[in-house]
DNA sequence: TTGCACAATGGCAACGTTAACATTTGGGCG
DNA sequence: CGCCCAAATGTTAACGTTGCCATTGTGCAA
């Protein structure tokens, strides 16, 4: 039973093979250049040993860590699953690894994130933001270090994806006049969450691109619970037809609250969410929603970094667009 | 406009301070040998020229990455982000990162995981388990490689952590038998989850502990859908009252299943699910269910590798409890 | 004045890997 | 038979950091 002492070097397993370090390094790399029974030698010692190549040597050699690193405010948020999935599928397409880290809101500016990830291991960096960062005009990222912001804003030194809200909304405003209701109504979000307010903003511009001047919005908080009030209070406006909501969870709220004032839906009036987080959870009831694709965003912005390969870091915008998914909860009135 | 050419390194700013490369490593750690003086200099060297220090050199010299490795089989699940939440609040208590991976599922071992964080920067690893490992008997964690799984089974060489699934069906039980009720239906989950095997197994041995043979259960898939259809079998069995569904989602769709029969909820049957993942999206109705902390499970992996620190690490095995949490589904029969 | 303790700093080596270059070996061909 | 080329392998140095030990400078007690 012998005890582990130390980690294995490629000294270790060349002793063993009785070869030179380089012919390690070139079997772990598998060239062309070493014969298949001295490979086969090699790798029999290396399996003796149990040797595993040390990521800081091989690191501090390539300059390279291979990995790309993911600042967030908040872990918890909508979205955040599907987007981490899709790091994850990017990264393990190109060969790396993403590093999590949790960065502290007070104050909430991209230079806390950067300087969180500065002493990591990491080739470029993606941030998450909810909010507005007070630092976002002035910000420059870190030298060498490629930083990819996920919002929909564009920054003049990082690249940027997201999902594209703007269009969430006027999709769904165009589906719900098209289908012949004569404005939307809307449940918003509070003001600081920089998506909603998106949402918010392409709401109000498609409706005015239709001349029609929007209703006064309500704003909720993202819980079912206010969108059950904003209901109630919708359910006596007779000029409403269609409601928009900026999630699900408030959009099946206002069902409630609605249905709770004696009002069908879709009969009397239709309702659209944000999220498609309702799928598995309201079983007799498809709500129409907009899904979007946030294992994409993910997808693109650790493309954007471990694609990048030596090739000169250019800073582009992209925004992936959501699709609208029609359910039970809307009415056409043609 | 200096263009960056390479990475600045204790070297430069050794040079450009007029001080050895040492007083700059000192310097960096704020030794108390150097004095004030010399370390501000050295200090104004460093912002001049946008010193960071390096990790691979740093880890190398250290043999420590101050990382731990987290290797899921499924980034999408319930609870894995409150899970990484806890992750990331433990790493930064220590001042470590996380480095995710998701592992391929095919084949399901921890053999795959572990091989595929031995190439990483990690000082330790967690798995996160949503099944049987085909090799979960056999398996032995990497020499010199801590390694924790997120798992209710104990393994005689790794820590585990996990929520306590079967105290979880044992409070449920007791909580509803308590309110005077002869006996719980169980609606189940997919054979091939261990969590939800492991409450199917609390409910069977709850209840015979009290000397009630548990009644046929039905076997859902976590959805609403397949709850809606359970509520609605079970709303024709006269001896059903209190119905434990193995999670949120199908406790739900169970009680539209039994109003969809004209049953109430709770005058006529009590209803108890298991996640707390409803809170905010029924607005009307707050469901009787079981909270887990799926933070604390997060945090005490990462304690556990983080927090060792040279000490001689050793096998423990931790269940967190979950907290019943009293809603309106359910009805006391004293 | 000498010796000594201590504070401040410097020099060197090593962590594990691999690129670049150097060397050896074997075989083909003039 | 000698020459040259290519294949196979070896040697060296460097990536950036920091622990260890050596050196220098300073003040104070004997």
Chains 1, 2 share one sequence.
Request: with cysteine.
């Amino acid at each position: 039973m012998a005890a582990v002492k130390k980690s294995v070097s490629v000294k270790d397993v060349a002793r063993l093979a009785g070869v030179s370090e380089q012919t390690v390094s070139r079997t772990v790399h598998d060239s062309p250049s070493v014969r298949p029974e001295t490979k086969e030698r090699v790798r029999a010692a290396m399996r003796e040993l149990g040797y595993r190549p040390n990521f800081a040597g091989r690191s501090l050699r390539r300059g390279k860590f291979k990995t790309v690193g993911v600042a967030m405010f908040n872990i918890t948020g909508t979205g955040n699953l599907d987007r981490m999935e899709g790091f994850a599928a990017a990264a393990d397409k190109h060969g790396y690894a993403i590093t999590l880290t949790k960065v502290d809101g007070h104050p909430y500016t991209l230079e806390s994130a950067s300087s969180r990830m500065s002493a990591l291991p990491v080739d470029g960096m993606v941030v998450i933001m909810n909010r507005m960062p007070a630092d976002f005009g002035t910000f420059e990222p870190l030298p060498g270090m490629q930083t990819v912001l996920v919002t929909m804003l564009e920054h003049p030194l990082c690249s940027t994806v997201d999902n594209d809200q703007f269009d969430c909304s006027r999709q769904v405003v165009e589906y719900l006049l098209g289908q012949g209701h004569k404005t939307v109504h809307f449940i918003s979000c509070p003001e600081r969450s920089l998506s909603g307010m998106q949402r918010e903003e392409g709401w109000r511009e498609t409706l005015r691109a239709h001349d029609i001047e929007p209703p006064r919005l309500i704003r909720g908080d993202w819980t079912a619970q206010s969108g059950y009030a904003a209901g109630q209070a919708l359910a006596d406006d007779p000029t409403c037809t269609a409601i928009y909501a900026s999630n699900d969870a408030m959009a099946y709220g206002c069902i409630r609250g609605l249905e709770s004032r004696g009002k069908r839906v879709p009969q009397d009036v239709s309702v659209v969410g944000v999220d498609d987080s309702l799928g598995d959870i309201v079983p007799d009831r498809r709500l129409t929603t907009v899904r979007f694709d946030n294992k994409r965003v993910g997808m693109w912005a650790v493309d954007k970094i471990a694609g990048a390969e030596g090739v000169a870091p250019s800073v582009e915008h992209m925004l992936i667009p959501g699709v609208l998914i029609e359910g039970d909860t809307v009415r056409s009135l043609r």
